[in-house]
């Protein structure tokens, strides 16, 4: 099993910043941890792709997030971070985190945290 704790939530004005933090623990027969990223949702919308970074550094991000977020990962301590910069009213959501992990069958699976709040006020 791998266990997300996310931090960093809260509340930013217009073209404030904030920086997201995700903390992930293996255990059982996790053999490795894989793509980390950030989702988002907001009431009414569907969960979509904010960043992802895999282990070698390689990013993706979301249209709506590019050049304003960036995302980077310590796989020392397999934590991930989101840097957002310019935010703006409508980056207003719950993060969750996300892993994808391999068993030592090699057997994928994917992880979500609980989820923080960031509300941007105009």
């Known amino acids: 099993q791998v266990q997300l704790v996310e931090s960093g939530g809260g509340l930013a004005h217009t073209g404030g910043s904030l920086r997201l933090s995700c903390a992930a623990s293996a255990s059982g027969n996790i053999f490795s941890i894989h793509t980390m990223g950030w989702y988002r949702q907001s009431p009414g919308k569907q969960r979509e792709l904010v960043a992802t970074i895999t282990p070698g550094n390689s990013t993706n991000y979301g249209d709506s997030v590019k050049g304003r977020f960036s995302i980077s990962r310590d796989n020392a301590k397999n934590t991930v971070y989101l840097q957002m910069n310019s935010l703006k009213p409508e980056d207003t959501a719950v993060y969750y985190c996300?892993?994808?992990?391999?068993?030592?069958?090699?057997?994928?699976?994917?992880?979500w945290g609980q989820g923080t709040q960031v509300t941007v006020s105009s």
């Open positions: 996300n892993a994808d992990a391999f068993n030592r069958r090699l057997e994928e699976n994917v992880y």
